[in-house]
């Protein structure tokens, strides 16, 4: 049984950092690329970053590129996420994801398993 468990969520004050963490079970996790999403409160679902089984390729989207970075640990079967200067509009549910290939996928219709998410909330 495949699970993907996010922590790491919180509230903070704009400008500060959160590191978002995803563990996984049930899956051959080296294998997986994987990828971090969220959703606002009335919005879409939204492509934040991903990573590939290697950690050698990694995206963004533009609206969080040179602040966020995500990395992987394929010893310890986990996703990070690490999230500086937050600002309001970063307020959401970031839901981790995992893709059964090796290469990164920014679209959601690309993922295969999906976890629960975990809130952050950024306050002025």
């Known amino acids: 049984q495949v699970q993907l468990v996010e922590s790491g969520g919180g509230l903070v004050q704009a400008g500060d950092s959160l590191r978002l963490s995803c563990a996984a079970s049930?899956?051959?996790?080296?294998?997986?690329?994987m990828g971090w999403f969220r959703q606002a409160p009335g919005k879409e679902r939204e492509f934040v970053s991903t990573i590939s089984w290697s950690g050698g390729t990694t995206y963004y989207a533009d609206s969080v590129k040179g602040r966020f970075t995500i990395s992987r640990d394929n010893a310890k079967n986990t996703v990070y996420l690490q999230m500086n200067s937050l600002k309001p509009e970063d307020t959401a549910v970031y839901i981790c994801?995992?893709?059964?290939?090796?290469?990164?996928?920014?679209?959601?219709?690309?993922?295969?398993?999906w976890g629960q998410g975990t809130q952050v909330t950024v306050s002025s």
């Open positions: 994801a995992a893709r059964r290939e090796r290469n990164s996928g920014k679209y959601s219709w690309q993922y295969d398993y």
């Open positions: 049930g899956v051959t996790f080296g294998s997986y690329a």
